[in-house]
């Protein structure tokens, strides 16, 4: 059996993955925790990589890594981080998207240039405001990588760096139209010339390893994602970690001038128009934080309430929210009374992440010009009852759940297996089991948060 290790290094832990290279059947799961925060110490993800890898890679023949998008990993001649890796979800660099916008000629040229309207999240974002903040650091910058390019040149041990089209889609110095670096972008951002790591294509070698492991180009969490569950056009993914999302695969570019939808590669030769929130898993955690319950008891107090939570609406935008951009948003309750139940304050939390959700879902749609024809359900929070129950009644369309699973990693592991093969399309693995569930639609329930969405200004 050929045996391939696909690797999701996501913002909260990693996850590895030995699996089947001709069948996808995943054979062993292992992962270890992430530092927290919104900026961290990169080589942090090294030693959870070893740990969640440890007694799987000698078993392998190739290995991929999956990672979250967008984190800046400044690096300087002797490969040491000048910073900390600043995060996707970290939104000290709103003004400094606003300042590079305006200098690319406003939004439209802006998504144009590099297939996305920048806000805090992209990497330029990031070099800027290191330029402006942290001026010593950023001129000992001499190579800039992405997450996932930073844990393969680990895996490697050193040499010329990596990364593949769908995760440089994400930087703000890609043309996801020409597919192609845009290096004067980069040294726009931070002042001057920088190293960008070498593009590789999923079906390609990306590097061989001293003991012979090979590794392959890896991608963006999203993109990988795509992979596992071999998207097509018409399916909508929706990922419920510490984002949420929704995306799509489509043949042609997308650029949406609005900044709802980024124009993202994906990991084959198409495109993964997407839409992006900064609160999404994190919103039931702090729930069940302050309702002192576990997460089976949260979705069971949630499904006692009534739809709509007896008038009780939430704005879950509490870290700040990038879809809608307001990067200085809180959280906003409203409709809370003395006869306000613990059920209520749960349904409440449940149907707000799943109103944020739909309003991506609306996004995308209306970017792409087509409605979904099939949503799909992922990510750690997508396994909660109460969210499986209700997401088809908010979405107002069927929703299909595949079997609980790491599909990130899983995606990965894919694109190991094809860079093996070496063949022009990836392998055809087995499609993942999935249930499908239905509910009513629940209209008035999303017509009270666009209210108070709407209400609130920033
Ligand atoms: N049953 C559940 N109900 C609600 N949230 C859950 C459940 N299981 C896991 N989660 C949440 O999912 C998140 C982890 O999901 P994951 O997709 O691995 O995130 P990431 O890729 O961002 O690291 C955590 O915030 C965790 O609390
Ligand atoms: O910023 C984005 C997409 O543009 C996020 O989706 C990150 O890629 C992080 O993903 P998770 O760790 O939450 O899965």
């Given at each position: 059996?050929?045996?391939?290790?696909?690797?999701?290094?996501?913002?909260?832990?990693?996850?590895?993955?030995?699996?089947?290279?001709?069948?996808?059947?995943?054979?062993?799961?292992?992962?270890?925790?992430?530092?927290?925060?919104?900026?961290?110490?990169?080589?942090?993800?090294?030693?959870?990589?070893?740990?969640?890898?440890?007694?799987?890679?000698?078993?392998?023949?190739?290995?991929?890594?999956?990672?979250?998008?967008?984190?800046?990993?400044?690096?300087?001649?002797?490969?040491?981080?000048?910073?900390?890796?600043?995060?996707?979800?970290?939104?000290?660099?709103?003004?400094?998207?606003?300042?590079?916008?305006?200098?690319?000629?406003?939004?439209?040229?802006?998504?144009?240039?590099?297939?996305?309207?920048?806000?805090?999240?992209?990497?330029?974002?990031?070099?800027?405001?290191?330029?402006?903040?942290?001026?010593?650091?950023?001129?000992?910058?001499?190579?800039?990588?992405l997450p996932h390019d930073y844990v393969s040149r680990h895996i490697?041990?050193?040499?010329?760096?990596?990364?593949?089209?769908?995760?440089?889609?994400?930087?703000?110095?890609?043309?996801?139209?020409?597919?192609?670096?845009?290096?004067?972008?980069?040294?726009?951002?931070?002042?001057?010339?920088?190293?960008?790591?070498?593009?590789?294509?999923?079906?390609?070698?990306?590097?061989?390893?001293?003991?012979?492991?090979?590794?392959?180009?890896?991608?963006?969490?999203?993109?990988?994602?795509?992979?596992?569950?071999?998207?097509?056009?018409?399916?909508?993914?929706?990922?419920?970690?510490?984002?949420?999302?929704?995306?799509?695969?489509?043949?042609?570019?997308?650029?949406?001038?609005?900044?709802?939808?980024?124009?993202?590669?994906?990991?084959?030769?198409?495109?993964?128009?997407?839409?992006?929130?900064?609160?999404?898993?994190?919103?039931?955690?702090?729930?069940?934080?302050?309702?002192?319950?576990?997460?089976?008891?949260?979705?069971?107090?949630?499904?006692?309430?009534?739809?709509?939570?007896?008038?009780?609406?939430?704005?879950?935008?509490?870290?700040?929210?990038?879809?809608?951009?307001?990067?200085?948003?809180?959280?906003?309750?409203?409709?809370?009374?003395?006869?306000?139940?613990?059920?209520?304050?749960?349904?409440?939390?449940?149907?707000?992440?799943?109103?944020?959700?739909?309003?991506?879902?609306?996004?995308?749609?209306?970017?792409?010009?087509?409605?979904?024809?099939?949503?799909?359900?992922?990510?750690?929070?997508?396994?909660?009852?109460?969210?499986?129950?209700?997401?088809?009644?908010?979405?107002?369309?069927?929703?299909?759940?595949?079997?609980?699973?790491?599909?990130?990693?899983?995606?990965?592991?894919?694109?190991?297996?094809?860079?093996?093969?070496?063949?022009?399309?990836?392998?055809?693995?087995?499609?993942?089991?999935?249930?499908?569930?239905?509910?009513?639609?629940?209209?008035?329930?999303?017509?009270?948060?666009?209210?108070?969405?709407?209400?609130?200004?920033?």
């Amino acid at each position: 059996m050929t045996l391939v290790i696909g690797v999701d290094s996501s913002t909260q832990s990693t996850k590895a993955l030995l699996v089947d290279a001709d069948s996808g059947a995943v054979l062993e799961s292992q992962h270890a925790p992430h530092p927290t925060g919104t900026s961290v110490d990169p080589r942090g993800w090294l030693d959870a990589f070893d740990k969640a890898s440890a007694g799987l890679v000698e078993r392998a023949e190739a290995i991929a890594v999956g990672g979250q998008q967008h984190g800046m990993v400044a690096l300087d001649d002797a490969d040491s981080p000048v910073h900390d890796a600043i995060l996707w979800n970290d939104t000290r660099s709103s003004q400094e998207a606003l300042d590079l916008i305006e200098e690319m000629g406003g939004p439209a040229a802006c998504a144009e240039a590099v297939g996305s309207v920048l806000v805090a999240s992209f990497t330029s974002t990031k070099l800027r405001w290191l330029r402006d903040h942290e001026p010593d650091a950023a001129a000992r910058t001499t190579r800039v990588l992405l997450p996932h390019d930073y844990v393969s040149r680990h895996i490697v041990g050193g040499g010329d760096p990596f990364t593949d089209r769908g995760d440089a889609s994400g930087t703000g110095y890609f043309s996801t139209r020409d597919d192609a670096w845009r290096p004067d972008l980069a040294e726009a951002a931070i002042g001057h010339p920088v190293e960008l790591p070498r593009i590789v294509a999923s079906s390609e070698v990306a590097a061989v390893t001293a003991s012979g492991l090979k590794v392959a180009a890896g991608t963006g969490d999203n993109m990988a994602a795509a992979l596992a569950l071999d998207l097509k056009p018409g399916d909508v993914v929706v990922s419920i970690g510490t984002s949420g999302v929704a995306s799509a695969i489509t043949n042609e570019p997308v650029s949406d001038p609005t900044g709802s939808v980024t124009g993202f590669a994906d990991a084959t030769s198409r495109f993964l128009p997407l839409v992006a929130t900064i609160n999404a898993a994190r919103i039931l955690e702090l729930q069940s934080t302050l309702l002192g319950v576990d997460h089976d008891e949260l979705a069971r107090l949630a499904l006692a309430a009534p739809s709509g939570a007896n008038g009780l609406t939430v704005l879950p935008y509490y870290d700040g929210e990038r879809t809608p951009s307001r990067p200085d948003a809180t959280g906003t309750w409203a409709g809370l009374t003395t006869a306000t139940t613990r059920e209520d304050l749960a349904r409440a939390a449940v149907e707000a992440l799943l109103c944020s959700l739909a309003d991506a879902i609306d996004h995308l749609s209306a970017t792409t010009g087509t409605s979904p024809k099939r949503i799909l359900m992922v990510g750690g929070a997508a396994s909660n009852p109460a969210i499986r129950t209700l997401a088809p009644a908010i979405f107002g369309r069927p929703v299909t759940v595949p079997a609980p699973g790491e599909y990130v990693a899983l995606g990965a592991a894919r694109q190991a297996a094809w860079a093996l093969a070496g063949t022009p399309e990836p392998p055809a693995w087995a499609p993942v089991a999935s249930e499908t569930y239905e509910a009513e639609p629940t209209p008035l329930v999303r017509e009270a948060y666009a209210l108070l969405r709407d209400r609130e200004t920033i």
